[in-house]
Structures are given as C-alpha cells and as structure tokens.
C-alpha cells in the first residue's frame, strides 16, 4: 500500500486552512462571512449594498475544485461562494447564510448556480425555497454539461463540469449589464442547455486524507486512461490503453458532437459546420502546462479542419480541477442558435477581476483572414538590407597588420590540421576525465574551418569577419560544451574588433580581442583560470600575447604560457566545471584537461607559423 504525498496538515482542518489561504492572497477582494464556509466579495462589507443595483451570483459545491469556485469571484462573476468539505456539498445553513448576505428584501434578488449533484441540488433548492419563504427572490440554475453521461441514464442526469464556468461567465456579466432575475437567470440556462463537456484522466484523484494512493488506472501495470470520468473520479465511459493527443481530441469531440444539445425540443449535434465556438481546455489538476497545450492544438486543429467550426475564444488552464488527478477537460460552447451571438460573445469579453478567469485572446474576423498568430514574422538574416540594421552602424577599422590575409590563412590551415592530428591524444585524456569525445568535437570544428577556408567561405581579409565566420563554422560543426565556449569566444573576438579605435586594428589590437574573447569565454560559462578547463591555457596565454612591449604582441610566450596552464591541469585534484566534475582526485590526478591541451595545440601552431 503507497501512502499518498500532499501538502496538509489535517484533513479535518484542510478547508478552513484553504480558506485562510485565500485570504492572505487577497485582503482586499475577499471576505469570509462569519460561521461558516462563505467568500464574498469585498463590495458586500460596504455600507452601499451591490444588491441594490445588481442581481447577485452564487455557486459552490465541494471543495477539492479550485478554482473553482472561490476564484470566480469578482465584478461581473460570483458575488461570493459556499464550500464544502471535500468532494462533499455544502450545508443548507450555510448556502442560506451566503443569499442573506447578497440580497435582502426589495433588493435586486440573487442566482444560484449549482452543479448538477444530488447533494448540491437538494441542499441548495431547500435554501433557496428558505430563502423565497422570507421573501427574497431567489433563483436556481442547474448545469449539467457532461456529456459522458447517456440521456437515458436514469433521473439522475449528466454531471455538471468545467461548463459552469462559462455560466458564471456570462450570466455574471449580464447581471454587471443591469439585467434583472430572470433575465439572468435566461441566460444562464440558455448557456448551461448550450455548452458540452468531456474529461480523460491518464490517472484518478487521490484526495487529500486518503490512506493509500488511487491507482485505478495503472494497478495492473499497463498504460491505461479513462474516457469520460467526474471530476470527483466518477467512472467514465471506458478504460482503454493509453491514445495519442491527437486521438484522445478526436475521442473527446465525437463524445461532445454524438451527445448533442436540445434546440426547441430536439436533439441536435452540439456543432455544426461554419459554427462559431468557445473552447475551454481545463486542466483538472495533474497536467502539466506543456500538455495542456498539446491538448489544445489537437482540440482546435481539429474543430477547425475537419468540423469547419471557428474557434474564436480558446481559455486554456485550471479552471475546474479535481485535487490532482493527471487529466484535463473540454467544454465547447457554441454561439449558434443559442442567443444571439453578439450578446453571447459581448458577455463572456466583459472584463472582469475574478482572479482565477483569464481572458481570452480573442481571433477577431475568424473566417474572414487568419490568426495573426499564424503569420510568421520574417527571419532577420545576416547581411540583410534593412534601413533600421544599418542605420548609424560605423564602417569597420582598417587592418593595419602587414599581409594580414596570407598570414592568417597559413594559421588557420596549420592550427586545423594539427588539431585533426590530435584527435586520438584528445580522446584518450576525455575518455578519463571526461565523456570522451573532446578529441572527435575539436576534429570537427577544424575539419569544418579547414573545409571552408579551402571554399574561400572565411573572409581573411578583416578579423573582425574572420572571426564572425569562424564562429559560424563552430557553431554548424561541433556541439557540445567546448563547441559553444569557442564560438562565444570567436563572436566576441569579432565585436571586439569591429568596435575597434579609428585609427585601425594593429596586432595588439588583435590580442586585446584574444583577451575579451577568453574572459567572455569564463563570464557565459561560469569557469574560471583554476577550474581545470580550457581557461587554463586561454588565461595565462591572454596575458602573455600582450607581453611587456605595448607596441608588440608575443605568439611564442602566450604558447609556452598555455603549454605550461594545460600541463597544470595534470596536478589539479579537483574540477569546478565540465563532466571532470564529476570524478573524484584520484581519477583527475595525472591527466591534464583535454580543453586546455588542445588550446596549447592552436597556441603552438600559430607560434610556429609566425617563427
């Protein structure tokens, strides 16, 4: 027996702690009502009671949904809501406290928006008819949106879902409108007889105070979902192996289309083609946000391409959960033959400050032109003419090195055939102080400049694009660590350079730049001279290029120089970054760092060029 993992104290006490959380998350929105399990809005501690002017909204049930339904209160939304115990309606007592406390004799009366539940029905149409017996006007919308449940399954009928929220939405917003009672209660019904739901869950709820986890789906050890269960883990349609997103969408719509809605007394499809829909993708607790947009791709592709349906409103997130289960939901909401679709859309894009509603980006002109989304914006290119790219850019330094170009193309040649040499000594000091493909990776890289000096694809004539260019070549040809560290040295180099005096770029100036590229090299990778990488040849040998001598630069000391920092390395116990990291001092002691040794090798063979 697995023991469940939760944040909680006591479940006894879990939803008072709930609630004190929630109001430490908003002092100014919400208040409780005394004695019992009530949120309200804040407007209802004011002397100016909002029922005087507005139809006030009301929905609970148990908790173990949230957001639902605490985080839909807000102008526009619920005037408060009642919570129950977990998975457990709320008492009559305290559903009767909460329309007290909204609305009061001669005022605007209040809705109660309730799930389709027995316990929920019962406990709030008594308090409702307590509260017209003391002459408050007080109605009661059921929504019963899940349409995993057969119509002809018995007097008990579909569950209410994810869909009520939709019913908050808009009959919320008609009572900000000024709506009366039945007005709003109107449009309530009409949205709760409109809107269709289904959930999966590729794991059931385990809630919190459980003695052992609920593995249901998983218990015979096979990849299982279930289609169609409750958000209290209510069996679904059918267990099958686990599907694609792509088919848990299609599976999910054929369930919403087949069930239908009832149009002026018949059952009708609950889409049709050219319809506009409002699609609201619910994570019912365990799905992570990557997912949830999977989900909503296959769910919308799907309505658009093969049900030809215009998918103007996609909400995406939790929005009715059910503690943890890994699962997620949709409700389809179509504007078509429900009311007028103008009214419909104007109400569910009122704005609103219930914290939990997002709202939603909508697709203006849907069937006319496309998502502007879908449009791409272009890849800028380098080297593209652009008016703003090169406005105020400044030409590059002359180079003032004497035969700059031949002797560049003589280094590069030499450095690139004297690493592919050194693949096999390279590899043999990876293979024990690292992941052993230090030698393969630098092969690559010279293997990939060598070929592209030969194809005249580097630009010898300026460093500054030498540089761009070998980072170029770096960057298709050697992956990895080592491979990134040298481009960002190359580009480094490259702007140093760029951005270089006026009066143009001498060899010390070229030294300078092998300086800002080895320290860009330690401030993006974190290293440092001493951390038994590549920084111990590049360091000391930065430091040795520019010498003593202001007006020369000395190739053969920064090589001896990295030769001596590679060669340390051998004696260094400890690594602070890169897989060496990993080992211990008896496995590093002895063999030097394969970064560094091939830096002594550039270093060596520039050295010998210029001798």
């Given at each position: 027996?697995?023991?469940?993992?939760?944040?909680?104290?006591?479940?006894?006490?879990?939803?008072?702690?709930?609630?004190?959380?929630?109001?430490?998350?908003?002092?100014?929105?919400?208040?409780?009502?005394?004695?019992?399990?009530?949120?309200?809005?804040?407007?209802?501690?004011?002397?100016?009671?909002?029922?005087?002017?507005?139809?006030?909204?009301?929905?609970?049930?148990?908790?173990?949904?949230?957001?639902?339904?605490?985080?839909?209160?807000?102008?526009?939304?619920?005037?408060?809501?009642?919570?129950?115990?977990?998975?457990?309606?709320?008492?009559?007592?305290?559903?009767?406290?909460?329309?007290?406390?909204?609305?009061?004799?001669?005022?605007?009366?209040?809705?109660?928006?309730?799930?389709?539940?027995?316990?929920?029905?019962?406990?709030?149409?008594?308090?409702?008819?307590?509260?017209?017996?003391?002459?408050?006007?007080?109605?009661?919308?059921?929504?019963?949106?899940d349409c995993a449940v057969a119509r002809t399954k018995g007097i008990t009928g579909a569950r209410g879902v994810a869909g009520a929220v939709l019913v908050h939405k808009i009959a919320g917003a008609a009572a900000g409108r000024g709506f009366g009672l039945n007005q709003v209660a109107k449009v309530a019904e009409t949205v709760a007889k409109s809107v269709g739901?289904?959930?999966?869950?590729?794991?059931?709820?385990?809630?919190?105070?459980?003695?052992?986890?609920?593995?249901?789906?998983?218990?015979?050890?096979?990849?299982?979902?279930?289609?169609?269960?409750?958000?209290?883990?209510?069996?679904?349609?059918?267990?099958?192996?686990?599907?694609?997103?792509?088919?848990?969408?299609?599976?999910?719509?054929?369930?919403?289309?087949?069930?239908?809605?009832?149009?002026?007394?018949?059952?009708?499809?609950?889409?049709?083609?050219?319809?506009?829909?409002?699609?609201?993708?619910?994570?019912?607790?365990?799905?992570?946000?990557?997912?949830?947009?999977?989900?909503?791709?296959?769910?919308?592709?799907?309505?658009?391409?093969?049900?030809?349906?215009?998918?103007?409103?996609?909400?995406?997130?939790?929005f009715m959960t059910s503690f943890d289960m890994q699962g997620a939901s949709v409700s389809l909401l179509p504007l078509t033959g429900a009311m007028a679709s103008d009214d419909m859309l104007s109400l569910i894009d009122t704005d609103t400050d219930a914290p939990a509603w997002a709202k939603a980006d909508v697709w203006k002109n849907a069937g006319t032109s496309p998502r502007p989304s879908e449009i791409e914006i272009?890849?800028?290119?380098?080297?593209?003419?652009?008016?703003?790219?090169?406005?105020?850019?400044?030409?590059?330094?002359?180079?003032?090195?004497?035969?700059?170009?031949?002797?560049?193309?003589?280094?590069?040649?030499?450095?690139?055939?004297?690493?592919?040499?050194?693949?096999?000594?390279?590899?043999?000091?990876?293979?024990?102080?690292?992941?052993?493909?230090?030698?393969?990776?630098?092969?690559?890289?010279?293997?990939?400049?060598?070929?592209?000096?030969?194809?005249?694809?580097?630009?010898?004539?300026?460093?500054?694009?030498?540089?761009?260019?070998?980072?170029?070549?770096?960057?298709?040809?050697?992956?990895?660590?080592?491979?990134?560290?040298?481009?960002?040295?190359?580009?480094?180099?490259?702007?140093?350079?760029?951005?270089?005096?006026?009066?143009?770029?001498?060899?010390?100036?070229?030294?300078?730049?092998?300086?800002?590229?080895?320290?860009?090299?330690?401030?993006?990778?974190?290293?440092?001279?001493?951390?038994?990488?590549?920084?111990?040849?590049?360091?000391?040998?930065?430091?040795?290029?520019?010498?003593?001598?202001?007006?020369?630069?000395?190739?053969?000391?920064?090589?001896?120089?990295?030769?001596?920092?590679?060669?340390?390395?051998?004696?260094?116990?400890?690594?602070?970054?890169?897989?060496?990291?990993?080992?211990?001092?008896?496995?590093?002691?002895?063999?030097?760092?394969?970064?560094?040794?091939?830096?002594?090798?550039?270093?060596?063979?520039?050295?010998?060029?210029?001798?």
């Amino acid at each position: 027996m697995t023991k469940p993992k939760k944040f909680i104290n006591d479940a006894a006490t879990a939803v008072d702690e709930f609630i004190a959380g929630l109001l430490l998350q908003y002092p100014n929105h919400l208040r409780k009502l005394a004695n019992h399990h009530v949120l309200l809005h804040s407007s209802f501690a004011n002397d100016d009671h909002p029922n005087t002017t507005r139809v006030s909204l009301l929905s609970g049930g148990g908790s173990g949904h949230e957001p639902s339904h605490a985080g839909y209160i807000g102008e526009n939304m619920l005037s408060g809501a009642i919570l129950g115990g977990i998975f457990a309606s709320p008492p009559v007592s305290s559903i009767l406290a909460a329309i007290r406390a909204v609305t009061f004799v001669g005022g605007k009366g209040a809705l109660l928006i309730v799930k389709n539940y027995t316990g929920d029905r019962l406990n709030f149409g008594m308090a409702c008819e307590m509260a017209n017996a003391e002459g408050l006007a007080v109605k009661m919308v059921v929504v019963a949106d899940d349409c995993a449940v057969a119509r002809t399954k018995g007097i008990t009928g579909a569950r209410g879902v994810a869909g009520a929220v939709l019913v908050h939405k808009i009959a919320g917003a008609a009572a900000g409108r000024g709506f009366g009672l039945n007005q709003v209660a109107k449009v309530a019904e009409t949205v709760a007889k409109s809107v269709g739901s289904l959930g999966v869950a590729l794991e059931a709820v385990t809630i919190p105070g459980a003695d052992m986890i609920n593995d249901r789906l998983s218990a015979k050890g096979e990849l299982m979902m279930e289609i169609g269960l409750g958000i209290h883990g209510e069996a679904g349609m059918r267990q099958c192996p686990l599907l694609s997103c792509d088919d848990i969408a299609k599976e999910m719509l054929s369930a919403i289309q087949n069930y239908g809605r009832e149009i002026n007394g018949k059952i009708v499809p609950l889409y049709d083609s050219g319809d506009e829909v409002v699609a609201l993708v619910n994570n019912l607790g365990g799905a992570s946000n990557f997912e949830m947009s999977l989900l909503a791709r296959s769910l919308v592709t799907q309505l658009e391409k093969d049900a030809r349906c215009k998918v103007t409103r996609v909400l995406v997130g939790s929005f009715m959960t059910s503690f943890d289960m890994q699962g997620a939901s949709v409700s389809l909401l179509p504007l078509t033959g429900a009311m007028a679709s103008d009214d419909m859309l104007s109400l569910i894009d009122t704005d609103t400050d219930a914290p939990a509603w997002a709202k939603a980006d909508v697709w203006k002109n849907a069937g006319t032109s496309p998502r502007p989304s879908e449009i791409e914006i272009d890849e800028v290119y380098k080297g593209a003419p652009s008016d703003k790219a090169t406005a105020g850019v400044a030409p590059l330094p002359i180079v003032l090195v004497e035969n700059f170009a031949t002797v560049a193309r003589e280094i590069i040649s030499k450095c690139c055939d004297d690493l592919i040499n050194a693949e096999s000594l390279l590899t043999k000091y990876d293979t024990i102080v690292g992941d052993g493909d230090c030698g393969i990776t630098m092969q690559r890289g010279a293997n990939e400049i060598s070929k592209r000096l030969k194809s005249q694809q580097l630009n010898v004539e300026h460093p500054a694009l030498l540089f761009s260019d070998l980072a170029d070549a770096v960057s298709a040809s050697m992956g990895g660590t080592s491979g990134i560290l040298l481009e960002l040295m190359f580009r480094k180099a490259s702007t140093t350079l760029a951005t270089a005096a006026n009066e143009g770029i001498k060899s010390r100036d070229l030294a300078l730049a092998f300086r800002a590229g080895a320290e860009a090299v330690s401030f993006y990778g974190g290293a440092h001279e001493g951390s038994r990488t590549m920084l111990d040849a590049l360091f000391p040998a930065s430091v040795a290029l520019l010498g003593i001598d202001e007006s020369a630069v000395d190739v053969e000391g920064a090589a001896k120089a990295a030769r001596k920092g590679a060669d340390a390395t051998a004696s260094m116990g400890h690594a602070d970054a890169g897989r060496s990291n990993y080992l211990s001092k008896e496995q590093l002691i002895g063999t030097p760092d394969p970064g560094a040794v091939a830096v002594s090798i550039v270093l060596e063979a520039m050295s010998q060029v210029l001798s």
